[in-house]
């Protein structure tokens, strides 16, 4: 595990790619952008599972019950030596990424304002 500590935002997404998994672990905070960022870019997430993470990160990433540190542990512990359920959350966030990606909902978008008219 590597603690890096602020990342520069030009260098965020490059950063955010070279990961096998990102930990979110406040005990406070509900869904934060840096969620959605690495989501974005395929990195599976481990966070706790306060308001808002769990509707962001169920079935994109993996929950731990809040507060608990020993669990957050194990689960990161385990997301990087098992890389077949790693791989498996990171094709499941692809997915989603290319079904919200800006061009689908853009076009999407445009279809609603088409439909209208």
């Given at each position: 595990?590597?603690?890096t ?6 260098d965020?997404f ?5 990961m096998?998994?990102?930990c ?9 952008l840096?969620?959605?960022d ?15 993470m769990?509707?962001?990160?169920k079935?994109?990433?993996?929950l731990?019950?809040?507060?608990d540190?020993?669990?957050l ?18 094709e499941?966030?692809?997915s ?22």
């Amino acid at each position: 595990m590597v603690f890096t500590g602020f990342v520069d935002s030009g260098d965020s997404f490059a950063f955010l790619r070279s990961m096998d998994v990102e930990c979110f672990p406040s005990r406070v905070e509900g869904l934060h952008l840096s969620v959605l960022d690495a989501m974005s870019t395929g990195c599976p997430m481990v966070a706790f599972d306060n308001t808002g993470m769990d509707e962001a990160v169920k079935g994109f990433g993996i929950l731990v019950k809040t507060g608990d540190e020993d669990a957050l542990f194990m689960v990161m512990f385990n997301m990087c030596r098992d890389n077949r359920k790693r791989y498996e959350i990171i094709e499941k966030v692809n997915s989603l990424s290319r079904v919200l990606s800006s061009e689908v909902m853009t076009e999407n978008i445009l279809n609603i304002f088409s439909e209208k008219q």
